[in-house]
């Protein structure tokens, strides 16, 4: 079955401290990946996306993200994290077929402490 | 700012109302979907349209929840006799599809209560 996990529900971290989270992925084939961060009463946005080439991608916001195939994994990091990073992300995994539905993870939030 | 709004952005209902929201897409955007999110959940596909078609809708939670997208613009989503487990953030997003590429814009949500 086709499923997204995000093993930590939440995450705190010190502002100026670096960040990963975590992303699974079960898919049947090369799947397309994306993360996506949303912060209260705003849509979800794109942080960056990998569809083939090229396994670090770079994002929006200092953010970056590597695919690891034989891992199944698209960990998302950040070197140094601001105040404003504090929001819950979602990594999503869709088809390379247009059209096609995002299956997206349960989200791990985010809080920065001073 | 993606530029797909939603409208409205809060609804309070009462059990077994009918209820509608509205989602406006990015203009160029022939891709249209709607998600639904609850309470510590990551957003849960339901539908989708390519210009007016509605090509996928087996995902649509029951037979209360309808969407249409009459003239390729933009789209509502309709629940018919609320229940309280329809209580969600409901999002919409658009795309253009270009190739196999589809990055889809998210809207703000509408986030519904039924009481």
């Known amino acids: 079955a086709q499923s997204v996990t995000q093993p930590d529900i939440h995450i705190t971290v010190s502002e100026g401290a670096s960040l990963e989270l975590r992303c699974n992925y079960s898919?049947?084939?090369?799947?397309?990946l994306f993360w996506y961060v949303q912060s209260p009463g705003q849509g979800l946005q794109l942080l960056l996306k990998y569809f083939s080439g090229d396994t670090l991608v770079q994002g929006i916001k200092g953010f970056e993200a590597e695919f690891k195939r034989s891992q199944s994994s698209f960990n998302l990091r950040k070197p140094s994290v601001h105040w404003s990073d504090a929001a819950e992300y979602f990594c999503?995994?869709?088809?390379?077929?247009?059209?096609?539905?995002?299956?997206f993870g349960k989200g791990t939030t985010l809080s920065v402490s001073s | 700012d993606t530029g797909v709004s939603q409208n409205p952005r809060h609804k309070i209902t009462k059990r077994g109302q009918n209820v509608t929201f509205r989602c406006d897409p990015i203009s160029e955007h022939n891709r249209l979907y709607w998600y639904r999110q609850t309470l510590g959940q990551g957003p849960e596909f339901l539908t989708y349209f390519q210009n007016e078609a509605q090509l996928e809708k087996s995902r649509l939670l029951s037979d209360r929840f309808s969407a249409e997208r009459p003239k390729g613009s933009f789209s509502t989503l309709e629940i018919q006799r609320t229940e309280q487990g329809d209580s969600a953030m409901y999002l919409c997003?658009?795309?253009?599809?270009?190739?196999?590429?589809?990055?889809?814009?998210f809207g703000p949500g509408t986030r519904l209560t039924v009481l």
């Open positions: 999503a995994v869709g088809a390379p077929q247009a059209g096609t539905a995002l299956i």
């Open positions: 898919y049947g084939a090369t799947p397309y």
């Open positions: 997003a658009s795309s253009l599809v270009s190739g196999v590429l589809d990055e889809q814009f």
